[in-house]
């Protein structure tokens, strides 16, 4: 049972455009949720988080959105560079249990 | 740079074989987490130890065990080996649990 999905496994954006990255997610026990960035030959980096008593949090181009009734967030990158391809995991907290992360979108920002 | 490294970067062996993957924590970091990543598969979470004692466990197979030394450095054993543990195996840190973990660069194992 997926409790977090990314339902999109690749986006690709142009250079300059934004890129809207979607997660999912079932359990209505999480109360703080992750974006984790990572390149090839890499571990996962920490981006940006959001708790459940927010519902936006922005930190220069990355924003993240939180809609609890809807048990959806989403990233959006503006605007978005060639730098930013790379997968972005979304990841989901409750209390002291283990983060719960989806299978990753692959960003493909094209020059 | 996380500040949590992990070694060896590559591994491959053969099936039925046993290795131990090691991890050292970032300066100050009490918990390490492993987690496995198969292909087009998301992380999954397989343990976690915090101060050299267990904190929780997750689809963590019997053949696989982990542990936390007291220099908190944490090694990933993985014992009779199948095909399918082949994977990218990510350790990481945060000082006492919580949200933000950071990541070290994995190790990538085959199983021949």
């Known amino acids: 049972d997926q409790q977090v999905k990314q339902n999109s496994p690749s986006l690709s954006v142009q250079e300059g455009r934004i890129s809207i990255l979607n997660c999912d997610y079932t359990n209505s026990m999480f109360d703080y949720f992750l974006w984790y960035k990572k390149y090839p030959a890499e571990g996962p980096t920490f981006l940006i988080s959001?708790?459940?008593?927010?519902d936006k949090n922005e930190d220069g181009r990355f924003t993240v959105f939180l809609n609890k009734s809807a048990k959806h967030l989403s990233l959006h990158i503006v605007p978005s560079q060639p730098g930013d391809s790379a997968v972005y995991f979304c990841a989901a907290f409750a209390g002291n249990t283990p983060l719960v992360f989806g299978k990753g979108t692959r960003l493909s920002v094209i020059a | 740079d996380s500040g949590v490294t992990q070694t060896p970067k590559h591994l491959i062996t053969a099936t039925g074989q046993r290795v131990t993957l090691r991890c050292s924590p970032r300066s100050g970091d009490l918990s390490v987490y492993w987690y496995q990543q198969s292909l087009d598969q998301g992380l999954q979470f397989l343990i976690q130890?915090?101060?050299?004692?267990?904190?929780a466990k997750g689809n963590i197979l019997e053949r696989f065990s982990a542990q936390q030394f007291p220099d908190l450095h944490s090694e990933l054993n993985l014992s009779s080996l199948e095909l399918g543990d082949s994977a990218l195996y990510f350790c990481?840190?945060?000082?006492?649990?919580?949200?933000?973990?950071?990541f070290g660069p994995g190790t990538r194992l085959l199983v021949l």
């Open positions: 959001i708790s459940s008593i927010k």
């Open positions: 990481a840190s945060n000082e006492r649990g919580g949200e933000t973990q950071y």
């Open positions: 130890y915090y101060n050299g004692e267990e904190r």
